[in-house]
């Protein structure tokens, strides 16, 4: 079965400086990997994702991710970081059968 | 586009009770799933439905949770009896058929089992 970890349970950034939410994952076939945000009292809102082609994908709020398939990774990234992107964000994996495993979430905090 | 729509959004209730929870999934979309989301976790896929078959049902604990599709649109997930460790947020999901859409989340039910 797939699975997804991230190993970092908070990530700590100035504003304006580049933030990364680190993911790994291991799936057998192809990964379709998906990154998720998850703002206090509010649903879990789409970012992006990677099915295939370019390994950086871009996504909503200015986000990217980048696939790494030597690695195994698909890390979150953002040039430059603003107080507002404090929030849980989530990595995701889902495999052949369409089911989908989520991470147990990294906090980002964004200090002005 | 309305999105997904869940109710209700809070519960607490006494253990040994039993709850329901109802799902109304964004039009056309042939896929739902239910997440038991634990204070401090990730999701956890519980059931996933295509259109009103049940496509993986692995988590869910059978022995006290049930769903159900009927006729492939809204969805009740039901815990019956309540323990204190299904105190959680259930989240509903959903998505068009293929592997490679996102899925689109409702706001979630808080259950406090007391």
């Known amino acids: 079965a797939q699975s997804v970890a991230q190993p970092e349970d908070q990530v700590n950034v100035a504003e304006g400086n580049p933030l990364t939410v680190k993911c790994t994952y291991s799936?057998?076939?192809?990964?379709?990997l998906f990154w998720y945000v998850q703002y206090p009292n509010r649903g879990l809102q789409f970012l992006l994702k990677y099915i295939t082609g370019d390994n950086l994908v871009k996504g909503s709020y200015g986000f990217e991710a980048e696939f790494n398939k030597s690695q195994t990774s698909f890390h979150l990234k953002k040039p430059s970081a603003l107080v507002s992107d404090s929030a849980l964000y989530f990595c995701a994996v889902r495999g052949n059968n369409n089911d989908m495993r989520f991470g147990a979430g990294t906090r980002l905090t964004v200090k002005p | 586009e309305a999105g997904v729509a869940q109710s209700p959004r809070y519960k607490i209730i006494e253990k040994r009770q039993s709850v329901a929870f109802w799902c109304n999934p964004i039009?056309?979309?042939?896929?739902l799933y239910w997440y038991q989301q634990i204070l401090g976790q990730g999701p956890k896929l519980l059931i996933q439905?295509?259109?009103?078959?049940?496509?993986?049902d692995s988590q869910l604990p059978k022995d006290r949770f049930s769903a159900e599709r009927l006729k492939g649109v809204d969805s009740t997930l039901k815990i019956q009896p309540a323990k204190l460790e299904d105190s959680a947020v259930y989240l509903c999901a959903s998505s068009y058929l293929t592997t490679v859409n996102e899925q689109f989340f409702g706001p979630g039910t808080r259950l406090t089992v007391l």
């Open positions: 799936v057998s076939g192809n990964p379709y």
């Open positions: 439905f295509q259109n009103n078959g049940v496509v993986d």
């Open positions: 039009s056309g979309h042939a896929t």
